[in-house]
Structures are given as structure tokens and as C-alpha cells.
């Protein structure tokens, strides 16, 4: 599966963070993916808010197998996937935050939108199983997040010092340039 990747050929600096982000996002995908069937069993064929509710699910979805797949490809090719990524994750972070807040204090109120099948005590323990998921995702989807940041800032150090050596060490001016300086400025 996606967990066996081999990092042997040195073509990674920071495998363990790599299968973090990889277990990171199968777990969202499986709670996004619970989430839909608890929000199809309150209603086979959704009204038009719980169709947005699977939608904002399915976009869960989405942005999981894109961060698996970025992970999984080399640098040159996973970078213009980096930002897509990004922009998914906070957007449906922030929308999953808002589900979970909504259902957790008024779940009659969006049962009601819901136009549930099922008697409102059952589809309001259906809801807060549902809401704890969300809040679930919420706090993935923002581990995730900081994985990828890192990654992405691992992948840049390693591009950096392939094709310019080490800049850690490097100045950041010739002192000549600073002489020309207004007086409070030079060192």
C-alpha cells in the first residue's frame, strides 16, 4: 500500500514525515468517507443542505488522494500540486470547523434542514457522530497542513543546496554596499 514506500535511494531526507502525511490523510479520507454514509443515513436521497453537506465531504475526499499522490511524486512534479493542496485544505478545514459548531449546537435545527427519515432523538445521535467526525477532520486536515508546509520546506532546503550549495552559512551583503548607507544603518 501506500505506507511501503522505499526511501533507500535517498530520494527523500524525511521519510518518517513523509508516512505521517501518507497515514495523516488515510485517516481523513476514511472519516470523510464515514461522515457521507452517516449523512446518507439520515436520508437515502439528501435535501439540498445535506447535499452540500456530502459535498464539502467529498471535497475532503478530493484534497486526501491529492496530498497522497503530491507525497508520492518527485519534487520537480509534486510542487504545482503544493498550492491546490493547501487552498482545499484550509478552505474545508474551515468548513468542516463550521459543520461541526453547527451541528454540536443546534441539531434539531439542522436535522430539520436535513429532512430526516429517522426520529429526531436517532438522527440527533446520528448528527453527533457525525459532528465529532467533523471535528475530527478539522484537526486533521490542519496536521496535515503543517506536514505539508514541511515537506514542502524540506523539498526547497534540498533544491537550494543542489543547485546553489549551502546557503546557511552564506552573507547576505558585500560590506562595500554597506558603506554607502545612511549613518544610524551601518554596523
Same mark, same amino acid.
Given at each position: 500500500m501506500g505506507l511501503s514506500i522505499d526511501y533507500s535511494a535517498g530520494e527523500c531526507s524525511h521519510p518518517y514525515t513523509h508516512k505521517i502525511f501518507i497515514l495523516t490523510n488515510y485517516v481523513l479520507l476514511g472519516a470523510a468517507s464515514s461522515c457521507i454514509f452517516l449523512t446518507l443515513s439520515l436520508r437515502l436521497f439528501p435535501s439540498f443542505v445535506g447535499f452540500l453537506l456530502i459535498l464539502l465531504h467529498i471535497i475532503t475526499i478530493v484534497g486526501a488522494i491529492s496530498g497522497c499522490a503530491a507525497a508520492g511524486r518527485s519534487a520537480p512534479s509534486a510542487r504545482k500540486f503544493y498550492g491546490a493542496h493547501m487552498v482545499a485544505t484550509v478552505l474545508t478545514a474551515i468548513f468542516q470547523g463550521s459543520v461541526s459548531v453547527l451541528i454540536f449546537t443546534r441539531p434539531s435545527d439542522f436535522l430539520?434542514?436535513? $429532512?430526516? /427519515?429517522?426520529?429526531?432523538? =436517532?438522527?440527533? @445521535?446520528?448528527? $453527533?457522530?457525525? !459532528?465529532? %467526525?467533523? @471535528? @475530527?477532520?478539522?484537526? %486533521? &486536515?490542519?496536521? @496535515? %497542513?503543517?506536514?505539508?508546509?514541511? %515537506?514542502? /520546506?524540506?523539498?526547497?532546503? &534540498?533544491?537550494? &543546496?543542489?543547485?546553489? !550549495? =549551502?546557503?546557511?552559512?552564506?552573507?547576505? !551583503? =558585500? &560590506?562595500? =554596499?554597506? $558603506?554607502?548607507?545612511?549613518?544610524?544603518?551601518?554596523?
Open positions: 430539520n434542514h436535513l $429532512k430526516s /427519515y429517522v426520529r429526531e432523538e =436517532d438522527g440527533v @445521535v446520528i448528527l $453527533k457522530l457525525a !459532528g465529532g %467526525l467533523c @471535528v @475530527v477532520m478539522f484537526c %486533521l &486536515e490542519w496536521v @496535515v %497542513l503543517t506536514l505539508a508546509f514541511f %515537506l514542502n /520546506y524540506y523539498a526547497y532546503m &534540498e533544491r537550494k &543546496e543542489i543547485n546553489g !550549495g =549551502d546557503m546557511r552559512s552564506a552573507k547576505v !551583503g =558585500d &560590506e562595500e =554596499d554597506l $558603506k554607502n548607507w545612511p549613518w544610524p544603518f551601518q554596523v
